[in-house]
Structure formats: structure tokens, C-alpha cells
């Protein structure tokens, strides 16, 4: 079964510091996101991405998010500066919009 | 998007089969209801989606009333590792608004007990 994969599993940083967080999609799905879920707390959409560009973000997803494809397999999240409050579990899921998404196994950030 | 409203938490026992309930009154005519599971640490994970009657699949079964405005996951015979929470989601094809993308709820937490 295809699988969408993420790396890495678990980040620690420091506070102020940037992280990326790399996915690498189905490769026949064309839409790709971003989740977040913060301990005990909801799934919270931060970002949608399809055709090389953003689609639709939330409120979480400010000017110290960014997401990119840099090639035809990776899909990454940078955090410019990290902040205490961006500790959270980060999953990548990616669509075709017929089938269901699919998520990852998700990594845990925790910035400290 | 059509809110959705679930139990917040079901027990179980193992061999049981367990039937979880959500409402969706302001359910769209182009809205699909979608269900995930999702295990501790891990992510959502697709389990069932249909739009209305009866929808079944080899983990699954999806009951949906002539007024879609409610719906049933029914899991048969549950094991201790259909421990999870259960979300239900409304929206296009995917389980998502207009944009697709998905909003979850606080889910309903299935614990089964042995």
C-alpha cells in the first residue's frame, strides 16, 4: 500500500531556531497538506498545496511557515524561528481528492 | 462546512460490535462523510466514505439514512487494537471543504477492553 513518508520522526530545537520538516507524498496524489495536533488537542489544518502553489492556509500558518517542492517527490515545512508553542506533532498528507487523503506517521517537534 | 457532533468516548469489549453515531444536520447536497482512525502518535488514517445508503469495505461499515443528516460507523467484532479515536468528517470527496482540506473534531474515543 502506497505510504506517505516523513522525516524526521522526532526534531528537537531550540527556541528561535529554524526547522524543516520533509515529506515525501504519494506519487500520484497532486494535492498536499500540512497538519498539526498539539498534545491531547484537535487536528489542526495549516496548509493546502497544489499545482507549485499554496491553496489555502489557516490562521496558524503565518509569515514564519512556509512550505515548498523543491523536486517531483519532496514536500517540506520550514519554521523560520521557532517558538515554544510550535511543539506539536506534524503530519503531511497528500490527495487526489477521489480517494481519502493519506497521512503520515507524523514528527514530533518539540522546541525547547 | 457541516458541523459534526459524536460521542466523545465508547467502551467496548472485544468480539463486540461497536456503532458510533454522528450528526451532521447542515449536511451539503455535494457533502460526502468520511471517517478516520486515528492511533496514539500516529496520523489520521482513512477508514470509510460514502454519501448515502450503505457503504462497506473489509474494515467497515458505513450506514447513512435517506436524509444524510446523521451517520453510523459500525465496526464488527472489534479487537484491543481498534483502540483509537474515531473521527467523523463532512465535506467533498476527501473529507474536506471547499478547498478540501479536512477539519477535524475532538473525534470519539473508542477504548476496547478485553
Known amino acids: 500500500e502506497p505510504e506517505v513518508t516523513q522525516t524526521p520522526s522526532h526534531q528537537v530545537t531550540q527556541m528561535g531556531q529554524e526547522v524543516i520538516l520533509r515529506c515525501v507524498p504519494i506519487?500520484?496524489?497532486?494535492?498536499f497538506y500540512w497538519y498539526r495536533q498539539i498534545l491531547g488537542q484537535k487536528v489542526e489544518f495549516l496548509v493546502s498545496?497544489?499545482?507549485?502553489?499554496?491553496?489555502?492556509k489557516s490562521e496558524i500558518f503565518d509569515d514564519q511557515f512556509s512550505v515548498e517542492r523543491p523536486d517531483g517527490s519532496n514536500f517540506t515545512l520550514k519554521i523560520r524561528s521557532t517558538k515554544l508553542e510550535d511543539s506539536a506533532m506534524y503530519f503531511c498528507?497528500?490527495?487526489?481528492?477521489?480517494?481519502?487523503?493519506?497521512f503520515g506517521s507524523g514528527t514530533r517537534l518539540t522546541v525547547v | 462546512l457541516a458541523k459534526t457532533t459524536q460521542p466523545i468516548s465508547m467502551d467496548s469489549y472485544e468480539g463486540q460490535e461497536v456503532n458510533i453515531t454522528c450528526s451532521h444536520n447542515?449536511?451539503?447536497?455535494?457533502?460526502?462523510i468520511t471517517w478516520y482512525q486515528q492511533f496514539p502518535s500516529q496520523g489520521p488514517r482513512f477508514i470509510i466514505q460514502g454519501y448515502k445508503t450503505k457503504v462497506t469495505n473489509e474494515v467497515a461499515s458505513l450506514f447513512i439514512p435517506a436524509d444524510r443528516k446523521s451517520s453510523t460507523l459500525s465496526l464488527p467484532r472489534v479487537s484491543l487494537s481498534d483502540t483509537a479515536v474515531y473521527y467523523c468528517?463532512?465535506?467533498?470527496?476527501?473529507?474536506?471543504?471547499?478547498?478540501?482540506?479536512?477539519?477535524f473534531g475532538k473525534g470519539t474515543k473508542l477504548s476496547v477492553k478485553p
Open positions: 498528507a497528500s490527495s487526489d481528492r477521489g480517494l481519502g487523503y493519506t
Open positions: 447542515n449536511i451539503a447536497t455535494n457533502d460526502y
Open positions: 506519487s500520484n496524489h497532486l494535492y
Open positions: 468528517l463532512v465535506g467533498d470527496m476527501g473529507g474536506g471543504g471547499s478547498q478540501g482540506n479536512l477539519i
Open positions: 498545496f497544489y499545482n507549485n502553489e499554496i491553496s489555502e
